[in-house]
T-cell receptor
Framework: KAGVTQTPRYLIKTRGQQVTLSCSPISGHRSVSWYQQTPGQGLQFLFEYFSETQRNKGNFPGRFSGRQFSNSRSEMNVSTLELGDSALYLC???????????????FGQGTRLTVV | AQKVTQAQTEISVVEKEDVTLDCVYETRDTTYYLFWYKQPPSGELVFLIRRNSFDEQNEISGRYSWNFQKSTSSFNFTITASQVVDSAVYFCALSDPGEGGADGLTFGKGTHLIIQP
């Protein structure tokens, strides 16, 4: 059974640009969550999607957005990149959304974004 | 609001020693879920265990064991006879669906465990 796949693994962008990250969940999983990991703030919840609908969102500016497709694959977009957006972005998939009781979330290897 | 505290930033032990990673959580809800994840240098978070708030039984899985105590809001993780391959960052996390819908997992800052040969 394939795990969670995130692409690309590494990305370098210039301040002001926008970026799109992709996540393919484990087959059969319909819930996809995104997290940002930085040395200073640690792991922070960005948003969660289930059946193409955003279930909840963390405390991030509107520059951070996402979507989920009918095949459960998800993308997140960051517009007008800032230096502080440099981070490891992790995607997690699970069978059910977290507000229905938390099942195990399985994480991908992440996308390392560097903004210069 | 929920919060997870891992007071130990870094722990270094010699191989074969036992080591305990501490986790203290805060939540106002009576239904919640606790997790431990391992993050090796490759980056992905590896799921280790999930516990719901109604199950205070301790759990043992091979060299790993977990002690859940609601009275002290703690969910500690012990590795017995540590091995070099156990070196990683370990995260404790909380999911609290009761507070207006869960905001995913709330993670502690992590404990960097170094096992020296």
């Amino acid at each position: 059974k394939a795990g969670v796949t995130q692409t690309p693994r590494y990305l370098i962008k210039t301040r002001g640009q926008q970026v799109t990250l992709s996540c393919s969940p484990i087959s059969g999983h319909r819930s996809v969550s995104w997290y940002q990991q930085t040395p200073g703030q640690g792991l922070q919840f960005l948003f969660e999607y289930f059946s193409e609908t955003q279930r909840n969102k963390g405390n991030f500016p509107g520059r951070f957005s996402g979507r989920q497709f009918s095949n459960s694959r998800s993308e997140m977009n960051v517009s007008t990149l800032e230096l502080g957006d440099s981070a490891l972005y992790l995607c997690a998939s699970s069978l059910t959304p977290s507000d229905r009781g938390a099942t195990e979330a399985f994480f991908g290897q992440g996308t390392r974004l560097t903004v210069v | 609001a929920q919060k997870v505290t891992q007071a130990q930033t870094e722990i270094s032990v010699v191989e074969k020693e036992d080591v305990t990673l501490d986790c203290v959580y805060e939540t106002r809800d009576t239904t919640y879920y606790l997790f431990w994840y391992k993050q090796p240098p490759s980056g992905e978070l590896v799921f280790l265990i999930r516990r719901n708030s109604f199950d205070e039984q301790n759990e043992i899985s091979g060299r790993y064991s977990w002690n859940f105590q609601k009275s002290t809001s703690s969910f500690n993780f012990t590795i017995t006879a540590s091995q070099v391959v156990d070196s990683a960052v370990y995260f404790c996390a909380l999911s609290d669906p009761g507070e207006g819908g869960a905001d995913g997992l709330t993670f502690g800052k992590g404990t960097h465990l170094i096992i020296q040969p």
